[in-house]
Every structure is written in C-alpha cells, then in structure tokens.
C-alpha cells in the first residue's frame, strides 16, 4: 500500500471493529506515520474505536502527523479517550467533533486536553448539548494557550 497522506471513510458504514481493523493495516503496512488527514465521520463508531485508535498509537513507533482528524456524527461519548488521543496528536490543526453527544463534562475534558502542544486551528462542536459552562470552557482553554 502506498503511503497515504489523507484517507476518508466517511458514510462508510463502518463499525467500531471495521476501523479498529483498517487503522490496524495501516499501522502494519507502515502507512500511518504519514498520515496527515482521518476522515471517519458519519459512521456507527462508538468508544471501542477510541479505544482501538489510542492503543494504536500507543504501541506505533511514530505518532502519526495528524493536522486534520474528522470524527464527526459518532457516538463517541467516552472524553476521556478521546482527550487522551488528542494530547498525542501533536501536529493537530483541524479536529470535527460535531454530533457526538458530548455534554458539558465532556467539553471540559476535552479542553483540558488541549495543552500548549496543540496548535488547534479550527474545532467544531456544533450538534452538542453544551450549555454555557462547556463553551465557557473552551473559551478559557484556548485564551490560556
């Protein structure tokens, strides 16, 4: 397999196992250090996947070059998984997280997961239950970095 720089799977269908098992070849054929754009929004993924793409990289050599990760219209209701990839993904510029069912905890977790590391460029929460304590949380992550 060539190495990919971007890959989408969006509308795929897939199931949390379906992209456990995809971002695995790609970690095996040596294709995801180079990877810089992650498409898997509108799909039936859910926490498994999360579980399975922070192991992933836990266990890669090379953290992937990620500037653009697409998880959008998920139900990947687990922040602290997800904060806990975010903090890895070093070179992270893009991050779409609309329509995943956080809530304002979740939003809170999620800023705080965004240190002086992340150069986050554009976020996108739309189609989130947030109330004015989570977007305020935001606000107060990204004036600090």
């Given at each position: 397999?060539?190495?990919?720089?971007q890959i989408?799977?969006e509308s795929?269908?897939?199931?949390?196992?379906?992209a456990?098992y995809i971002?695995?070849?790609?970690?095996f054929?040596?294709?995801?250090?180079n990877?810089?754009?992650l498409?898997l929004?509108n799909?039936?993924?859910?926490?498994?996947?999360l579980?399975?793409?922070?192991?992933?990289?836990?266990q890669?050599k090379?953290?992937?070059k990620?500037?653009?990760?697409?998880l959008h219209?998920?139900r990947?209701?687990?922040?602290?998984?997800?904060a806990?990839?975010i903090?890895?993904?070093?070179?992270?510029?893009?991050l779409n997280l609309s329509?995943?069912g956080?809530q304002?905890r979740?939003i809170?977790?999620l800023?705080s997961?965004i240190?002086?590391?992340?150069?986050?460029?554009?976020?996108?929460?739309s189609?989130?239950?947030?109330t004015?304590t989570?977007?305020?949380?935001?606000?107060?992550n990204?004036?600090?970095?």
């Open positions: 397999m060539a190495r990919a720089r989408v799977f795929c269908n897939l199931s949390s196992q379906n456990a971002l695995e070849l790609f970690v054929q040596n294709t995801f250090v990877l810089m754009h498409n929004g799909n039936n993924l859910n926490e498994h996947a579980i399975s793409f922070s192991t992933l990289l836990q890669s090379e953290i992937p990620l500037t653009i990760l697409q219209n998920n990947l209701v687990s922040p602290p998984i997800l806990s990839i903090k890895e993904l070093n070179t992270l510029l893009v329509g995943i956080f304002d979740g809170e977790i800023a997961s240190s002086h590391k992340n150069r986050i460029e554009y976020l996108d929460l189609n989130n239950y947030l004015d989570g977007l305020q949380s935001i606000c107060d990204f004036h600090q970095n």
